[in-house]
């Protein structure tokens, strides 16, 4: 059973990516707090190359936007050799999107790593289940 080696996130054990505080909160390498409950996930690409990609990204509301990240409010989780488990789309959550302007697309309900290199990601349109053994996380610009 292989580990997931995560990149651009610290190695500080309080303060990385953990089973327990999955990937909900953390702290980059370069010290900016990550914390995806003030984001909104914003889109999904997945790439079946050699070796498999997906990138999962998320934007913080002006708002929400913590000071050393005003710049650079997207962050981007980009898996590489991902072996897909299961992707279902809800047409109920298409539907009420489609129907009600203001429903949340973006909405996660749970994003969480089981520690070793399986990952969980349910928004309100999507659940997708997922293996990787690499993820690189990075800031961006809008």
């Known amino acids: 059973m292989s580990v997931t080696e995560f990149a651009g996130v ?23 707090h990550v914390y995806l409950h003030d984001t909104d996930f914003r889109r999904l690409t997945y790439k079946p190359g050699r070796p498999p990609m997906l ?8 708002q929400w936007t913590p000071p050393e990240l005003s710049k650079t409010p997207v962050v ?4 590489e050799d991902v072996r897909l488990v299961e992707w279902i789309e809800d047409q ?8 009600f302007p203001d429903a949340p697309p973006g909405q996660v ?16 349109i999507l659940r997708l289940i997922f293996h990787a053994p690499r993820a690189a996380v990075t800031v961006q610009a809008n």
């Open 92 to 99: 109920e959550g298409h539907d009420c999107v489609a129907a």
């Open 55 to 62: 990138e999962l990204e998320f934007i913080y509301a002006p």
């Open 76 to 79: 981007v989780f980009r898996f």
């Open 10 to 32: 610290t190695k500080d054990k309080h303060r990385g990516v953990t089973s327990p505080g999955g990937l909900y909160e953390f702290w980059t390498e370069e010290g900016a």
């Open 109 to 124: 309900g749970q994003f969480d790593w089981d520690g070793t290199d399986m990952f969980t990601l349910d928004t309100f």
